[in-house]
């Protein structure tokens, strides 16, 4: 059970959009429609911004969305915000009754 | 809400405890399972393991032999036992709620709390 791999940081300017990659494998992210990402500023609780791939809770912004195709799912944010600066980590169903994590990406609104 | 309490210092070789305290709800209700999470500076976020109110568990594989996760009904908590805990234990680690029914996300966390190992 190897960790998701996500890019360590990624930035961009405000309003634009930006697309943090989390891949897997054929034994997590490419068999279930199970991939959440989470939003973490620091010395906050996480929080749930997709799960099940492209649902959005209640409350979470529509700038959020999610993807997936075959072994890798993406989490887009549009229109960004300053707000948005923080770290986020995807998380998929791996079989089994467990899950495996990413490593997180740093997002930077420059 | 839920809160994490426990020792912030543990000793190479010994056990790890904490205590997640829930809030707001019964921790018996069969909608949600009960979760804890680690977060270090190496690996990220690193799943430990989940308890149904009725005290079924599943945990990371590779921490499996060293962990014990329980819940009390009672006083509306769960726990975690990390045992023969090195530095590589150190890290934050959260208590989480996840939905029941095979949706495998967490909807809701603690804010955490810091245990480092260290003699």
């Known amino acids: 059970q190897s960790a998701l791999t996500q890019p360590a940081s990624v930035s961009g300017s405000p309003g634009q959009s930006i697309t943090i990659s989390c891949t897997g494998t054929?034994?997590?992210?490419?068999?279930?429609?199970?991939v959440s990402w989470y939003e973490e500023h620091p010395g906050k609780a996480p929080k749930v911004v997709i799960y099940?791939?492209?649902k959005r809770p209640s409350g979470v912004s529509d700038r959020f969305s999610g993807s997936k195709s075959g072994n890798t799912a993406s989490l887009t944010i549009s229109g960004l915000q300053a707000e948005d600066e923080a770290n986020y980590y995807c998380?998929?169903?791996?079989?089994?009754?467990?899950?495996?994590f990413g490593g997180g990406t740093k997002v930077t609104v420059l | 809400q839920l809160q994490e309490s426990g020792p912030g210092l543990v000793k190479p070789s010994e056990t790890l405890s904490l205590t997640c305290t829930v809030s707001?709800?019964?921790?018996?209700?069969?909608?949600?399972?009960w979760g804890w999470i680690r977060q270090s500076p190496e690996k990220g976020l690193e799943w430990i393991g989940i308890?149904?109110?009725?005290?079924?568990?599943y945990s990371n594989p590779s921490l499996k032999s060293r962990l014990t996760i329980s819940v009390d009904t009672s006083k509306n908590l769960f726990s975690l036992k990390l045992s023969s805990v090195t530095a590589a234990d150190t890290a934050v680690y959260y208590c989480?709620?996840?939905?029941?029914?095979?949706?495998?996300?967490?909807?809701?966390w603690g804010r955490g709390t810091l245990v480092t190992v260290s003699s």
């Open positions: 989480a709620r996840q939905k029941a029914g095979g949706y495998w996300y967490f909807d809701l």
């Open positions: 707001g709800g019964s921790i018996s209700t069969p909608a949600y399972y």
């Open positions: 308890i149904y109110y009725s005290g079924t568990t």
């Open positions: 054929s034994s997590d992210v490419g068999s279930y429609n199970l």
């Open positions: 099940e791939v492209t």
């Open positions: 998380c998929s169903y791996a079989g089994s009754d467990t899950v495996v």
